[in-house]
């Protein structure tokens, strides 16, 4: 793929915040030890989500199996799980005070059932420390493997989340070579099937060299394995050794998107330049039990 000089437009804003709420989610991220994708993949609305208590955490450590070339999370051979780890982020999920929580991963292809067991864990470590609280997980594809899935699927998380990240045509340009456009869909499939009472829920970036008729084409996708819910934001690479953006999309555009998506079926859509997969993710939780 070519690199693409591109300037950034005026509607491209990240938003800094160093309040103090956005100190204290950082203080008890540092004391336990623990991961956040809003810092290992440089989200540039990790400020505004800290200052409003939330993050999105990253379990079974930073280093990942997989290396996706939009993505800056380092890859290589992972240490071992640490087995303190569902308690300690249950620890720090009671420190916030949050009502909402994203739990995501790196890729553990070292792992025979990909972490689902340690994403189970965490999930009921949270619950028997904070019942009010909803986790929302956003899980590798686990190479399809339906027990696996089926592991975190009975721990009941609020949402099931998977992305397909980008469309089909530049999967293997963009994801790592073990990813795949099918095995995604397919775990979105799946997980519906098996427990059509959580929502799922997926996402993709453009900006990649996609066309709109590929994004359309995606959601049309995305819709018909079952997800309800569906975020489209910005490709913005976290480095200077990640793709290049192929180009800005305008905020019309995404609004477009928007409409498509709703056209499809989708109970929820975010969709617009500075949206990610987890953000404000619990703003959402209500529309999309209504699907």
């Known amino acids: 793929?070519?690199?693409?000089?591109?300037?950034?437009?005026?509607?491209?804003?990240?938003?800094?915040?160093?309040?103090?709420?956005?100190?204290?989610?950082?203080?008890?991220?540092?004391?336990?030890?623990?991961?956040?994708?809003?810092?290992?993949?440089?989200?540039?609305?990790?400020?505004?989500?800290?200052?409003?208590?939330?993050?999105?955490?990253?379990?079974?450590?930073?280093?990942?199996?997989r290396n996706c070339r939009f993505c800056s999370v380092e890859h290589g051979r992972p240490g071992a799980l640490d087995p303190e780890e569902p308690a300690n982020v249950a620890e720090t999920v009671r420190r916030l005070g949050v009502r909402y929580v994203v739990v995501t991963s790196v890729d553990r292809d070292d792992l025979r059932d990909g972490g689902a067991q340690?994403?189970?864990?965490?999930?009921?470590?949270i619950r028997a420390r904070t019942p009010h609280v909803q986790v929302e997980v956003l899980t590798p594809d686990?190479?399809?493997?339906?027990?696996?899935?089926?592991?975190?699927?009975?721990?009941?998380?609020?949402?099931?989340?998977?992305?397909?990240?980008?469309?089909?045509?530049?999967?293997?340009?963009?994801?790592?070579?073990?990813?795949?456009?099918?095995?995604?869909?397919?775990?979105?499939?799946?997980?519906?099937?098996?427990?059509?009472?959580?929502?799922?829920?997926?996402?993709?970036?453009?900006?990649?060299?996609?066309?709109?008729?590929?994004?359309?084409?995606?959601?049309?996708?995305?819709?018909?394995?079952g997800a309800t819910s569906v975020t489209i934001g910005q490709y913005l690479p976290p480095t200077r050794r990640n793709l290049p953006v192929q180009r800005f999309v305008e905020p019309a555009r995404f609004r477009e998107y928007e409409d498509a998506a709703r056209a499809l079926g989708f109970a929820h859509v975010a969709s617009g330049p500075m949206v990610r997969s987890s953000y404000r993710a619990e703003e959402i939780t209500s529309q999309v039990r209504l699907a």
């Open 1 to 65: 793929m070519p690199r693409v000089i591109v300037r950034k437009p005026e509607w491209i804003r990240s938003t800094v915040q160093h309040t103090d709420r956005a100190r204290k989610v950082r203080r008890a991220l540092r004391e336990y030890n623990l991961h956040t994708v809003c810092e290992e993949s440089n989200c540039p609305n990790r400020g505004e989500c800290y200052d409003r208590g939330t993050c999105t955490l990253l379990i079974m450590g930073p280093v990942c199996t």
């Open 118 to 125: 340690h994403y189970a864990d965490t999930i009921r470590a």
């Open 142 to 225: 686990f190479r399809m493997n339906e027990t696996a899935i089926d592991t975190v699927l009975a721990a009941r998380p609020a949402v099931f989340a998977h992305n397909v990240e980008t469309v089909r045509r530049l999967t293997a340009s963009v994801r790592d070579r073990r990813a795949s456009f099918d095995t995604s869909l397919a775990v979105l499939a799946y997980a519906y099937r098996s427990a059509s009472e959580i929502p799922v829920k997926s996402g993709l970036m453009v900006g990649l060299g996609e066309t709109d008729r590929e994004v359309i084409d995606t959601l049309a996708q995305i819709r018909a394995a």
